[in-house]
């Protein structure tokens, strides 16, 4: 059955090994999608740390586990929004428990700015635990 959209659909090892592919994909697709080359690199910037989040803390590097990223431009004659959907196989966590990277007491910290930089850089942001295990992490940009 035919659908209003493009979609392209990927299922990784969890290995960082393919972060270079996911981010090739999202950049030519920012590209097709009219995005400006800035908007273009914050996108991809979002993008790769959903992946990150999703193949360290999710799956825990542990490779029999997949990452699937899914990317999607709708509707599919005149695209509106661009939607990244990145999953996991790991046990979830309580996204609204990660530290405030702003806080004082964090802003040395080598990590824990990947949600933020996501909030930050895209039009939503929506994390949910789903119901089959794993975490879905949704970025959408709003086109122009």
Request: charged residues 30%; aromatic residues 6%; negative net charge.
């Amino acid at each position: 059955m035919p659908t209003d959209q493009h979609l392209i659909r990927l299922e990784l090892p969890s290995s960082f090994e393919m972060l270079d592919l996911v981010q090739i994909l999202s950049d030519r697709l920012s590209s097709l999608a009219g995005l400006d080359e800035d908007t273009t690199h914050w996108v991809s910037v979002a993008v790769r740390e959903s992946v990150i989040n999703a193949v360290k803390h999710g799956n825990r590097e542990d490779q029999t586990k997949h990452v699937t990223v899914e990317f999607t431009l709708a509707p599919r004659l005149k695209p509106a929004r661009f939607t990244v959907e990145v999953l996991d196989e790991g046990e979830g966590f309580d996204y609204q428990e990660v530290d405030d990277p702003l806080a004082p007491e964090n802003l040395l910290k080598s990590s824990g700015r990947g949600i933020f930089f996501m909030r930050n850089f895209m039009d939503d942001v929506a994390i949910a635990r789903r119901p089959e295990g794993g975490m879905s992490v949704r970025l959408v940009k709003n086109l122009q």
